[in-house]
């Protein structure tokens, strides 16, 4: 505890603590404090807790009380039939999902203890948290590769110490730095298909977020460039908590550790996997997943 | 495999018809306006020397009447006023429109007073000055300010409607991808959606300068006209589009001579100005 003992709510407190609250002096200590997180092998990335989560468009329910679980570390990958709520639930995480005029949710996101639409909660903390990577890259056009990745540092006013040296090193981390360091000043949108999602990615990762976000992120990429990412994946989950919305059963299978299927805004099954896979337990899951409906 | 039904002699006919109607609807259309240059320069090419462009108007009955400079410099420095003024207001509630008023009661009402001034005679704009700041003596009594005020009011429409057209073509997913990085809205436009269409929006505002440089009735109102070169707005000032008006109407050849030359150094400075933001915007599609 920073010594302000006097918060109002229990939640109030933790979110100080977690640094997701108003308040700047207590910004985000977990990241730059890290000395917890150093001792694991891989950074501390975050449980995120769906807990009756309720979304709406208007007059439509598009979640009807999700509960679901992501485990710190772990890809789990979200599929379900066109329509059934994915978008929707994952844009709930990050609270993207009120920018759309007359959407709004319902129920908890609890990140570890914070529930981050616990009204002490900063949005722009929350987002900063958990980021997010589009079905179809969206890197910045006026932007030059470098500037892309740099954005999110500094549209989110984080501290640009350094710079550089994140740049690069998202880069790496996504994978592209051999191919664009010898261009970072050219535009981002002159690079494939598959490097601007990977920049996207880069720019996502240089906020260093606990929690990764992905709606299809392949759905617009050829074989090679999914595979790519696919690859990707296991190295980023080192870091961060992974949740991949996807339309490819092969996709989840390959690299998510566990599966949620979701049907008509309700969850219908969660677990393993290769379980989810070879022995779900729900019908509808099975015919799902054999590729009887959807 | 079926064959390719061949195009009937009936259809064909309707074609050609079609086509004929067409282009004669698009002569009738150009015909004035190729005559309307063509007089333009037949009349005044005679007029335009470096004395014409350098001289004030002298005033004198007989003699040398001198040429349009005050008039040239003081439509350049109004509508630079009138711009400073209506561009940054014209974009911010075109901001406000698109980036937040989108789909609000406020928003509706704001875009609707913004087609209906759209579509207002400029002499109202004009008269509205006249009898709000000329008439009251508000700062002294003609003035150019008060004229680069009336242009404005004339520009803000025209410079709200075309941003807001250049910033809804701007894609939302960049955006999301800037809010979902955690970037406060305003950053959001200041970095990602301002730069974006920042060249679209120069277009409008060059289309709009274009629109007010050649307005008279909003300028004979409110900032009167004197023939020596004045740079200071809060005197009276001359302009082309006033020195047109009064020239024109005069006994004498000579100052009617003039009028063409003062008017077609307008239509040459207007084509220079949508030229640039021609260019501008046909370099902001390919990119
Ligand atoms: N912007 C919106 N406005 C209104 N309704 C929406 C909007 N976006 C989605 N919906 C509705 O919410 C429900 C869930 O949509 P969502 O986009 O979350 O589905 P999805 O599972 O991501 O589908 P897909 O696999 O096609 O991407 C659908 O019924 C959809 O019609
Ligand atoms: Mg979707």
Same mark, same amino acid.
């Given at each position: 505890?920073?010594?302000?003992?006097f918060?109002?709510?229990?939640?109030?407190?933790?979110?100080?603590?977690?640094?997701?609250?108003?308040?700047?002096?207590?910004?985000?200590?977990?990241?730059?404090?890290?000395?917890?997180?150093?001792?694991?092998p891989?950074?501390?990335?975050?449980? !995120?807790?769906?807990?009756?989560?309720?979304?709406?468009?208007?007059?439509?329910?598009?979640l009807?009380?999700?509960?679901?679980?992501?485990?710190?570390?772990?890809?789990?990958? #979200?599929?379900?039939?066109?329509?059934?709520?994915?978008s929707?639930?994952?844009?709930?995480i990050?609270?993207?999902?009120?920018?759309?005029p007359?959407?709004?949710?319902?129920?908890?996101?609890?990140?570890?203890?914070v529930?981050?639409?616990?009204?002490?909660?900063? !949005?722009?903390?929350?987002?900063?948290?958990?980021?997010?990577?589009?079905?179809?890259?969206?890197?910045?056009?006026?932007?030059?590769?470098?500037?892309?990745?740099?954005?999110? #540092?500094?549209l989110?006013?984080?501290?640009?110490?350094?710079l550089?040296?994140? !740049?690069?090193?998202a880069?790496?981390?996504?994978?592209?730095?051999?191919?664009?360091?010898?261009?970072?000043?050219?535009?981002?949108?002159?690079?494939?298909?598959?490097q601007q999602?990977?920049?996207?990615?880069?720019?996502?990762m240089?906020?260093?977020?606990?929690?990764?976000?992905?709606d299809?992120?392949?759905?617009?990429?050829?074989?090679i460039?999914?595979?790519?990412?696919?690859?990707l994946l296991?190295?980023?989950?080192?870091?961060?908590?992974v949740?991949?919305?996807?339309?490819?059963?092969?996709q989840?299978?390959?690299?998510?550790?566990?599966?949620?299927?979701?049907?008509?805004?309700e969850?219908?099954? !969660?677990?393993a996997?290769?379980?989810?896979?070879?022995?779900?337990?729900?019908?509808?899951t099975?015919?799902?997943?054999?590729?009887?409906?959807? | 495999?079926t064959a390719?039904?061949?195009?009937?002699?009936?259809?064909?006919?309707?074609d050609?018809?079609?086509r %004929?109607?067409?282009?004669?609807?698009?002569?009738?259309?150009?015909?004035?306006l190729?005559?309307?240059?063509?007089?333009?320069?037949?009349? %005044?090419?005679?007029?335009i020397?470096?004395?014409?462009? *350098?001289?004030? /108007? =002298?005033?004198?009955?007989?003699?040398?009447?001198?040429g349009?400079?005050?008039?040239?410099?003081?439509?350049l420095?109004?509508?630079?006023?009138?711009?400073?003024?209506?561009?940054?207001?014209?974009?911010?509630?075109?901001l406000?429109?698109?980036e937040?008023?989108?789909?609000?009661?406020?928003?509706?009402?704001?875009?609707?007073?913004?087609?209906v001034?759209?579509?207002?005679?400029?002499?109202?704009?004009?008269?509205?000055?006249?009898?709000?700041?000329?008439?009251?003596?508000?700062?002294?009594?003609?003035? %150019?300010?008060?004229?680069?005020?009336?242009l404005?009011?004339?520009?803000?429409?025209?410079? =709200?409607?075309?941003?807001?057209?250049?910033l809804?073509?701007?894609?939302?997913?960049?955006?999301?991808?800037?809010?979902?990085?955690?970037?406060?809205?305003?950053?959001?436009?200041?970095?990602?959606?301002?730069?974006?269409?920042?060249?679209?929006?120069?277009?409008?505002?060059?289309?709009?300068?274009?629109?007010?440089a050649?307005? =008279?009735?909003?300028?004979?109102?409110?900032?009167?006209s004197?023939? /020596?070169?004045?740079?200071? /707005?809060?005197?009276q000032?001359? *302009?082309? /589009?006033?020195?047109?008006?009064n020239?024109?109407?005069?006994a004498?050849?000579?100052?009617?001579?003039?009028?063409?030359?003062?008017?077609?150094?307008?239509v040459?400075?207007?084509?220079?100005?949508t030229?640039?933001?021609?260019?501008?915007?046909r370099?902001?599609?390919l990119?």
């Amino acid at each position: 505890m920073t010594g302000d003992g006097f918060a109002a709510s229990q939640t109030a407190a933790a979110a100080g603590e977690h640094g997701l609250s108003r308040s700047p002096q207590t910004r985000r200590p977990l990241v730059a404090q890290a000395p917890s997180a150093s001792a694991r092998p891989t950074k501390a990335a975050r449980r !995120v807790r769906l807990e009756g989560l309720d979304a709406y468009y208007g007059d439509n329910h598009a979640l009807r009380g999700l509960d679901l679980e992501f485990e710190p570390n772990k890809v789990t990958a #979200i599929i379900g039939p066109s329509g059934c709520g994915k978008s929707t639930m994952i844009r709930c995480i990050n609270r993207m999902h009120e920018e759309i005029p007359g959407a709004r949710a319902e129920g908890k996101v609890c990140l570890d203890q914070v529930d981050v639409y616990d009204p002490s909660v900063n !949005v722009v903390a929350v987002r900063r948290a958990i980021g997010m990577v589009f079905q179809k890259p969206n890197p910045f056009p006026t932007m030059s590769i470098f500037d892309n990745v740099a954005s999110g #540092i500094r549209l989110s006013g984080a501290s640009r110490a350094d710079l550089r040296d994140r !740049v690069e090193r998202a880069l790496r981390g996504a994978g592209l730095w051999d191919e664009v360091k010898d261009r970072l000043a050219e535009p981002g949108i002159g690079l494939s298909g598959g490097q601007q999602q990977r920049l996207c990615i880069a720019r996502t990762m240089a906020v260093d977020p606990e929690v990764l976000l992905m709606d299809e992120p392949c759905s617009a990429l050829d074989p090679i460039a999914t595979l790519k990412v696919e690859e990707l994946l296991a190295d980023l989950k080192q870091r961060v908590t992974v949740v991949l919305v996807t339309h490819n059963m092969q996709q989840a299978a390959r690299v998510a550790d566990s599966t949620a299927f979701l049907l008509d805004g309700e969850l219908v099954e !969660v677990g393993a996997t290769d379980e989810m896979f070879t022995q779900p337990k729900d019908s509808r899951t099975e015919d799902y997943v054999t590729g009887k409906f959807g | 495999m079926t064959a390719l039904p061949v195009i009937s002699a009936r259809r064909r006919r309707t074609d050609l018809f079609a086509r %004929g109607v067409f282009a004669a609807l698009t002569l009738v259309a150009i015909v004035p306006l190729v005559l309307i240059i063509y007089y333009i320069l037949d009349k %005044g090419l005679g007029a335009i020397s470096w004395h014409f462009l *350098s001289t004030d /108007p =002298t005033g004198n009955f007989l003699g040398d009447p001198g040429g349009v400079k005050s008039a040239i410099l003081g439509t350049l420095e109004i509508v630079l006023i009138a711009t400073a003024l209506a561009v940054p207001i014209g974009i911010g509630v075109a901001l406000y429109l698109v980036e937040f008023g989108r789909g609000t009661v406020l928003g509706g009402v704001v875009r609707y007073f913004v087609d209906v001034l759209t579509g207002v005679p400029s002499i109202v704009f004009g008269l509205f000055i006249y009898t709000g700041l000329v008439v009251t003596h508000t700062l002294g009594s003609f003035a %150019g300010w008060k004229g680069a005020v009336a242009l404005a009011l004339l520009m803000l429409p025209v410079v =709200t409607r075309s941003a807001e057209v250049v910033l809804i073509l701007v894609p939302d997913s960049l955006r999301e991808a800037a809010l979902a990085l955690g970037a406060p809205r305003w950053r959001v436009v200041a970095r990602v959606v301002l730069p974006s269409a920042l060249t679209g929006l120069i277009t409008g505002g060059l289309l709009a300068v274009a629109r007010a440089a050649g307005e =008279t009735a909003p300028l004979i109102f409110t900032m009167g006209s004197t023939l /020596p070169t004045n740079f200071d /707005p809060f005197k009276q000032m001359n *302009s082309l /589009p006033v020195q047109i008006f009064n020239d024109v109407g005069q006994a004498q050849d000579r100052l009617v001579t003039r009028a063409w030359g003062a008017a077609l150094t307008l239509v040459a400075m207007i084509l220079i100005l949508t030229l640039i933001a021609r260019t501008l915007a046909r370099r902001s599609r390919l990119t």
